[in-house]
């Protein structure tokens, strides 16, 4: 009996944390996050910005294929301000779907993400029926996150060639060339 009480003193004497262990876990844990944090914000940016890029490079397809099936000139158009965009795939026909705005067939709108137009802030694609662009000279876009700093990765760069071919690719905040 008397080794069963001993052995519940030493036991109970050890079921705790001291405030010293508390306190090391505390700042390990603070150190963690302080460095987790920023690179979990940097993964955000990125894929929000990696994210509107393809559903840009998406519609430009749609409207290209659009083309291609009706054998009849598809308009794209997009708009940028003050980071945010929008764009709209417009029915040569006339028949959209409701939920864009009238004549549109498919649309976006995003923000946090500001696009470089070649001409201010409003850009008509226009493909012909065999999937170029109508004014046969390549376009040159760029998206980039709102909050993007030099020396960060959270750009891209598309060229849409007149044959109604694009392309797209990473590149540094600021800069006008892929990595």
Request: glycine fraction near 8%; proline fraction near 3%; hydrophobic fraction near 40%.
């Amino acid at each position: 009996m008397l080794g069963y009480k001993l052995m519940l003193r030493m036991s109970n004497r050890n079921a705790g944390f001291s405030l010293i262990e508390l306190m090391v876990t505390v700042v390990v844990l603070a150190i963690t996050l302080s460095l987790a944090v920023p690179a979990m914000q940097e993964l955000i940016k990125n894929n929000r910005v990696t994210g509107q890029t393809n559903e840009l490079l998406s519609m430009i397809s749609f409207a290209r294929n659009e083309a291609l099936r009706r054998n009849d000139s598809v308009t794209l158009i997009i708009n940028a301000d003050n980071g945010s965009w929008n764009a709209e795939v417009i029915d040569p026909a006339g028949d959209g779907a409701q939920t864009c705005g009238p004549g549109a067939l498919r649309c976006a709108e995003h923000n946090r993400v500001a696009m470089g137009l070649p001409d201010g802030s409003s850009l008509q694609l226009v493909f012909n029926n065999r999937g170029y662009l109508a004014t046969f000279r390549p376009v040159n876009l760029s998206m980039e996150h709102v909050g993007c700093t030099l020396g960060q990765s959270q750009r891209r760069l598309i060229v849409i060639r007149p044959t109604g071919q694009f392309e797209s690719c990473r590149a540094q905040c600021g800069a006008n060339a892929c990595e």
